[in-house]
């Protein structure tokens, strides 16, 4: 295949392509080896219209030998043998050397004892520093941490975004290498777990309680969801090193999450949509967040579990330029339109919560952020407040979009700035409005922050261990 077959095969528009100089290998290093959708997907379009009548129906019993007349397997005796026992005969009689078999617990439960905070420390000297340490590995080389938003990376990986970096001593400060920690902490985590006490009764009462209107439908989709996701053991499936280690439970209907950050380590718990939702139903956007939340305190199952009801909310905040004017993003980048070219916008931005408003907010988002214009994310609009609790986690204003919809790309106030997966979610303080953007506006603007739900405290709510699965000959009994 010549290389301009090879851009034609890739759905590339030859004809318009200005191709004089180019030898035969660098039109086909043009092409690449990758198969473009535009044409795979054509040649399947192209096959399964060719062979549409070749296709059989769902409910057509004959096998496609016999619908189109070849000699089929059974003449052939090739037919796989099939047991036509009925299930009540094959315990007993076909079970062979049952009596020889042993009978042993399977522990569930947390083998061994780790204090807590030897388990976050451990952690932190564990975690992933650069990107190409990936989920096992610990680089060689020299590692670095931004003096501003705290991202950590390699000599070899550095150096975009810019960053504010600083050596980290690994001598004096040593790293425990993370098949050692994931160890020690499967070890220390059970199995099996279980949220218990959750009824409709007691989700109607935390309704109640918080004296917030829900719509009907809403609350009915949300209160099944979770009634579904607490219903079911949840059973661990992985570890997950990332910047913060993870540790993933999941059942059918609910997903359970460990987060084990230094500061707010806590389990979040995720309830899955029904199957037959749709794509764009009101339901799926509000379980992409947690439904319940359990803030570990001085152990992992010590604690206090908090729900999210689904009633979203407006409040209006104060936001006002201060410090110098800087370069805009846009600018930044050399984009000569007017409106770009020399555009400014303040280095420190001054937010005020109206005093009435701050319980509302899971975390009070007043004070002063710093533009951050070196550490990355979207747009070059990180901002970190200044001021901040030693106990709590850094807060972070950041420019989070959409994956879909551009119309609700906005600034958001979270404690993590790091670059999701697919189907993560951000844990979200609030959100500001999506008409708001930085500029050089003199004076105090009035903006509004929507708070995507409501967290609301209850002590009816535990999170229990399965501690056996006892085997017996054909059927297993759960014990706590």
């Not at 095969?9 to 043009?30: F, I, W, Y």
């Not at 931004?146 to 004096?172: A, L, M, V, W, Y």
Request: a negative charge.
């Amino acid at each position: 295949m010549v290389g301009l077959e090879a851009l034609s095969m890739q759905g590339l528009p030859v004809e318009k392509l200005l191709l004089t100089r180019e030898s035969e290998d660098q039109l086909a290093d043009l092409a690449g080896n990758a198969m473009s959708t535009t044409v795979v997907g054509a040649c399947i379009l192209a096959a399964l219209v060719s062979g549409k009548k070749l296709l059989k129906a769902g409910n057509d019993s004959q096998s496609y030998e016999a619908k189109y007349g070849s000699q089929e397997a059974e003449n052939e005796g090739e037919l796989m043998d099939i047991d036509t026992s009925s299930p009540s005969e094959l315990p007993e009689s076909r079970v062979v050397g049952e009596e020889d078999l042993l009978k042993n617990p399977l522990d569930l439960s947390i083998t061994q004892r780790c204090s807590f905070s030897e388990l976050l420390t451990s952690a932190v000297k564990s975690e992933r520093l650069c990107a190409c340490e990936g989920r096992i590995d610990m680089t060689t080389r020299p590692l670095f941490r931004c003096q501003d938003c705290g991202s950590s990376f390699c000599k070899k990986c550095g150096g975009r975004p810019e960053h504010n970096p600083e050596p980290i001593d690994t001598t004096q400060h040593p790293r425990v290498h993370p098949s050692d920690f994931s160890k020690t902490l499967k070890s220390t985590l059970p199995m099996c777990l279980t949220v218990t006490n959750v009824s409709g009764l007691l989700l109607d009462e935390l309704r109640r309680k918080a004296k917030v209107i829900i719509p009907e439908p809403c609350w009915s989709d949300w209160s099944a969801a979770v009634l579904r996701a607490t219903g079911s053991e949840l059973r661990f499936v992985e570890l997950k090193r990332q910047e913060i280690w993870s540790a993933i439970y999941q059942s059918p209907t609910g997903t359970l999450e460990l987060s084990l950050h230094p500061q707010q380590p806590e389990w979040r718990l995720y309830a899955v949509p029904e199957a037959d939702e749709p794509a764009n139903a009101d339901i799926r956007q509000i379980l992409q967040s947690p439904v319940a939340r359990f803030s570990c305190a001085g152990d992992l199952l010590t604690g206090s579990w908090q729900f999210a009801l689904p009633c979203a909310s407006t409040i209006s905040i104060k936001i006002q330029g201060m410090d110098e004017l800087v370069p805009s993003w846009e600018a930044r980048l050399g984009l000569v339109a007017d409106e770009f070219k020399n555009k400014l916008v303040y280095s420190k931005l001054q937010i005020t919560v109206p005093q009435s408003d701050v319980q509302k907010l899971d975390r009070d988002i007043s004070g002063v952020y710093s533009l951050l214009d070196k550490c990355g994310t979207a747009n070059g609009a990180l901002h970190r407040k200044n001021e901040t609790d030693k106990k709590l986690p850094p807060l972070f204003m950041l420019f989070d979009p959409h994956r879909t919809n551009d119309s609700e790309d906005c600034f958001v106030f979270s404690i993590s700035t790091r670059r999701l997966e697919y189907q993560e979610s951000r844990p979200i303080v609030c959100k500001l409005d999506p008409t708001w953007r930085q500029s050089s506006k003199v004076g105090e603007q009035t903006v509004e922050c929507h708070l995507p739900c409501m967290w609301i405290l209850t002590s009816a709510v535990d999170l229990k261990v399965y501690r056996f699965l006892l085997f017996s000959k054909f059927f297993s009994t759960t014990v706590f």
